[in-house]
């Protein structure tokens, strides 16, 4: 039994019931390995259940062993051409991952001769490997930064999971900031996830809330609070009076159906260091002792253990 550890990764969840087909799907090398792998993570979680041809150029090859969960495969020689595949493809997103991590794996010897070796033949795999890790961190939360320039913007991030009920990656969040009458003081009003920000005016009805007045009078307020978290965006030191902004959601949720999933079955990646060279171990996970119904931001900052299901690929390079 090997353990490695590492402090970076990545777990993905299915976003799809069904897979669809993609066809002409280019895989690169990966080092002087015989692993051809899928250059971008649109293209990876492969359906194991639907038939997959794979190219030498024009050439449909059988290859000698396929990552689904990495959307790769192991060739027996070196590609002479483009490497391809048809394949079907669940959709993913990624939805968070772990500050630390830690791996035992359990070597299994697979059967992996041909029909007409001269005797059996045996490859030892890792299957059925599990581990622990920390500090688990989301990344699914809609936001909105501010572009106004000059030290005028802050960054809102949803407290809330996903999106917005239709489901289009727009959170039911929105914000604005209103410009309105003279010597108006500054304040905040929120109406269900509207959140509204009031700047303070002048004599003549000019805005005078800085940025910086702004964050600190929205963290001042229990319902927006109940709601977003509010910085300074980044290279903004807040001294800018950002005046009138538009309602606007925020944006760049995860449906929220997705996490009906939470406690079944994971894509994950997890990254730790040889010596030699990054290795990138990649499978299905499931998270042990986590109910079905656990929300995500409940797991945020706590120590899981996980267990892959099937075999966990080992990629270098």
Known sequence: MAKKSGTLSAIHMQTSAASSAATGVALSRIGTTLWYM????????????????????????????????????????????????DVYKFACAQVGGFRSHSIDENMTLVECGCYEDDGEQYEATVYNASGQAEGFYTTVDAKLTMSKGS????????????????????????????????NTPLSIDVTDYAIVANSATGPAGAATSTARDIMHA??????????????????????????????????????????????????????????????????????????????IKDLVGKTINFKFQGLAYDHSG
Not at 165 to 181: C, L
Not at 264 to 275: I, R
């Open 38 to 85: 899928v250059a971008s993570s649109a293209n990876f979680y492969w359906d194991r259940n639907k038939a997959i041809v794979v190219y030498d150029g024009a050439t449909p090859i059988t290859p000698l062993e396929i990552d689904y969960c990495a959307g790769a495969v192991r060739l027996s020689a070196a590609a002479s051409g483009s490497v391809t595949a």
């Open 151 to 182: 030290n005028k913007d802050l960054e809102l991030t949803s407290l809330i999971l996903g999106d917005g009920p239709s489901g289009d990656g727009v959170s039911a969040i929105s914000f604005e900031i209103a410009v309105a009458g003279n």
């Open 218 to 295: 929205l963290q001042a307020d229990a319902d927006a609070m109940a709601l977003v978290k509010v910085r300074l965006a980044s290279g903004s030191d807040g001294s800018g009076i950002p005046g009138v902004l538009a309602h606007t959601h925020l944006s760049g949720g995860v449906d929220p159906a997705a996490f009906d999933q939470l406690g079944e079955d994971l894509v994950a990646e997890f990254y730790w260091d040889s010596g030699a060279s990054l290795i990138r171990t990649s499978g299905v996970i499931i998270l042990e002792k986590v109910s079905l119904k656990t929300g």
